[in-house]
């Protein structure tokens, strides 16, 4: 829906109150929200669901989260689903002697 039609906006506004109230009560008794982007990937708590090269994220980081995941008291209830970022894509040197201009001449 468009968050910004004034019909739909308080519903919107009305469901994020309620899983923010939620996920604070949650918390007194040891509930975590598990948000990894940017994070390095950790198999104990993270699933890795695809890879895909990045020049902005290093390599074996979490480029994106699919699904938080959560922690009830150090042990995980449901793990992060994550895009893992393979690094920056690799040229070979064919490819940047294609690209390249030879000013030498």
Do not use: C, W
Not at 29 to 35: L, T
Not at 53 to 71: D, E, F, R, T
Request: proline content about 7%; glycine content about 6%; aromatic content about 2%.
């Amino acid at each position: 829906s468009n968050h910004d039609d004034p019909a739909v906006k308080p519903t919107i506004e009305g469901v994020q109150n309620t899983v923010t109230l939620l996920l604070k009560e949650l918390s007194h008794f040891g509930v975590e929200v598990s948000d990894p982007e940017g994070l390095e990937f950790d198999p104990n708590i993270h699933q890795a669901i695809s890879m895909a090269p990045s020049a902005q994220v290093k390599a074996n980081h979490v480029l994106s989260v699919m699904q938080k995941g959560y922690i009830l008291n150090g042990r995980v209830v449901r793990p992060a689903m994550v895009i893992v970022s393979s690094g920056a894509p690799a040229s070979t040197a064919e490819e940047d002697k294609k690209n390249s201009i030879n000013i030498e001449a």
